[in-house]
């Protein structure tokens, strides 16, 4: 205690004080904060003439964290007077989403986009190849499909890319025909590079011979898993039949007649003769 006395014209008065001496410094950092994933969270004293130590490193008054846990601040003075102040960070619904791997499909083929595992109450938002709200999509085109989903006011996204194969290409012709009654015979060929071969008679070589008119198609498969068909019809028509009599015999210079026969001799037919000497 201080007290003082004081005497005017006769007359006195007397006052005191009390004076308690301490060592603690008054601080603060400011309240616990709550933050979405990816943000900051700044705390700062306004308290001067100090050195700081933080609990999370840093010698200044303010200090910025990005995790979660509790963050500290202890202050001394050059007369060895100390304080300190603790605040708390909390990392608000901290989500984690996932589209997966990304997708191959084939030309004309989609492919359904959705988060893994599934999750309710939240807005999203699809961007880049395609635009949705939807929570699933179904991707047709080829590019980069972005998915934002905000819950809570936090947001979150993540990326896929889906890549569309060509369809392979197989070509069994024109339509074409055989002659009935020759014996003749055709082969249809799917040409070679496909990983498999479905004809609709369920073979499955690249070649397939035929000798009967129908409508015949095969089904070929790519290594990307991509499929092509290719239909072919084969018509038929009557063979026709050639007969120019027995073997001749002549003597030297002599000639012998060889005649195609009348009943070929029509408009629209033609014929080429071959011998050992033309």
Do not use: H
Not at 217 to 238: Q, R, W
């Amino acid at each position: 205690w201080y007290w003082v006395k004081a005497t005017i014209n006769g007359c006195t008065d007397t006052d005191s004080v009390y004076i308690k001496t301490s060592t603690n410094l008054s601080v603060n950092i400011g309240k616990d904060t709550t933050i979405c994933p990816g943000q900051t969270a700044t705390f700062k004293t306004t308290l001067t003439g100090v050195t700081y130590a933080w609990s999370v490193g840093g010698a200044s008054n303010t200090k910025s964290v990005t995790t979660a846990g509790k963050v500290w601040l202890d202050v001394v003075d050059a007369g060895g007077c100390a304080g300190s102040d603790t605040a708390e960070v909390f990392i608000k619904n901290p989500l984690t989403i996932g589209l997966g791997a990304d997708k191959s499909i084939c030309q004309g083929d989609s492919v359904k986009l959705e988060l893994s595992p599934a999750r309710n109450k939240l807005n999203y938002t699809w961007s880049g190849a395609q635009a949705s709200t939807d929570s699933v999509v179904m991707a047709k085109t080829a590019g980069t499909y972005t998915l934002t989903v905000d819950s809570a006011g936090c947001t979150f996204n993540d990326a896929i890319d889906v890549i569309v194969n060509p369809l392979p290409i197989v070509n069994l012709g024109v339509d074409t025909f055989l002659c009935v009654g020759a014996g003749a015979t055709i082969t249809l060929d799917a040409g070679a590079g496909f990983t498999t071969y479905k004809w609709d008679n369920n073979s499955a070589l690249q070649t397939r011979s035929i000798n009967a008119a129908g409508t015949y198609s095969v089904l070929v498969s790519d290594a990307n898993g991509c499929e092509g068909k290719d239909t072919i019809v084969v018509d038929s028509k009557t063979a026709t039949v050639l007969a120019l009599g027995g073997d001749t015999t002549i003597c030297p210079a002599g000639s012998a007649v060889i005649k195609v026969p009348t009943a070929l001799q029509v408009a629209g037919a033609s014929w080429e003769w071959v011998n050992d000497n033309t």
